[in-house]
């Protein structure tokens, strides 16, 4: 299957410093993708969609210029979590839409730790 | 938001066929029915999806009732790494939002 991979796996980060999270699609173009925020013993929780060449669509609560997105390539979005703080810690998933077979495919996920 | 239900948690034993049932009461017609499951700390994993008919992979089994309002994910001899959460997800095939809902935690017993 496609594969999707993540990168840092894992980051810890002192308050108030920005981290960019990579999202890439190794075998396959995405002309969208999408990001998760996953909170301990919670569900995935969707903040935006990724769109390559246009500006990120986010859902209703998260804040836009806190967690910029952007999807400059048919395999490349990336996620900064700017200015972070302790309340951002959380696991950051993300995924890729392929066109054909109509599957999702997710990253690995990345663990984000803020003291 | 997502359109789905499902019960909170599950055991099976192992070797058995666990059934994970889920309802979608109000999905549209050009929407399929995905499942995905996550074992801890991982990305989600897709299991299988389908639209009306029941269909069948090397993972599982999905069985969608005639006025497609619910389904039914069938791992016909769970094993130990069978142990996850699974989520019954409906979406329109490409380019619309995925939700995911609650899932359901099955825990596969020795």
């Known amino acids: 299957g496609a594969v999707v991979s993540q990168h840092p796996s894992w980051v810890i980060c002192k308050s108030g410093t920005s981290v960019k999270i990579e999202c890439r699609s190794l075998?396959?173009?995405?002309?969208?993708m999408f990001w998760y925020r996953q909170f301990p013993k919670q569900s995935l929780m969707l903040m935006a969609t990724s769109n390559e060449g246009s500006k990120a669509t986010y859902e209703q609560g998260v804040e836009k210029d806190k967690f910029l997105i952007n999807h400059a390539s048919l395999t490349l979005s990336t996620l900064t979590v700017t200015s972070a703080h302790p309340e951002d810690s959380s696991f950051y998933i993300c995924?890729?839409?392929?066109?054909?077979?109509?599957?999702?495919?997710f990253g690995e996920g990345s663990r984000l730790t803020v003291l | 938001d997502a359109k789905t239900t499902q019960p909170t948690s599950m055991d099976c034993a192992e070797g058995r066929a666990a059934n994970l049932p889920c309802n979608h009461s109000t999905i549209s017609g050009n929407e399929y029915v995905y499942w995905y499951r996550q074992i801890h700390s991982q990305g989600p994993q897709y299991i299988i999806h389908?639209?009306?008919n029941n269909e069948t992979n090397e993972m599982a089994s999905l069985i969608i009732t005639e006025d497609r309002k619910s389904s039914t994910l069938i791992l016909p001899h769970a094993t130990l790494r069978d142990t996850a959460v699974y989520y019954c997800i409906v979406r329109a095939r490409t380019g619309n939002q995925f939700y995911f809902g609650t899932g359901t935690s099955l825990t596969v017993i020795p």
């Open positions: 995924s890729a839409d392929t066109q054909g077979s109509g599957e999702l495919f």
């Open positions: 075998d396959f173009q995405a002309t969208t």
């Open positions: 389908g639209l009306k």
